[in-house]
């Protein structure tokens, strides 16, 4: 097995997680916080995806998802177009508010969708690329993707813990 389909396993996890996390929920239970500094389902989820699109598209020199295929107008948020939620105040987090799971699951299976067809073309050389030189390291491709599965994991699984608390109530 290839580095790439084992990336390719893990980020469709990260998927799989997405869904469960979100379908099933009315727009009260995604948009619901469980005490007024803590992230609502959407938020997570959102800023999940957000993150993965910028950081993937970055990577690859790609267009984010989210301005090239209008997610953005479709979700209509108060905040800058570039926003990834990243330092998000309880005052912020409470902007990211959804209507339905729909608009939430079908940005994620977009911004999936190219992540897929990036790590689909990777070669071994490829990891080692520089993506990021404000670091210290350098941050190269193959760190870089395995940040974004570890964050979006680390969040699907805040967000299945958020629906489970809204659930238990």
Known sequence: ??????????????????????EGLDPGGLNARPAADANSVAWLVWHLTRVQDDHVADAFGLDQVWLSQGWEKRFGLDLPARDTGYGHTAAKVAKVRVGSGDLLTGYYDAVHEQTLGCLRRLTAKDYERIVDERWDPPVSLGVRLVSVLSDDLQHAGQAAYVRGLLQSV
């Open 1 to 22: 097995m290839h580095a790439k389909d084992i990336l390719i396993d893990a980020y469709s996890r990260i998927r799989e997680e997405v869904h469960a996390a979100v």
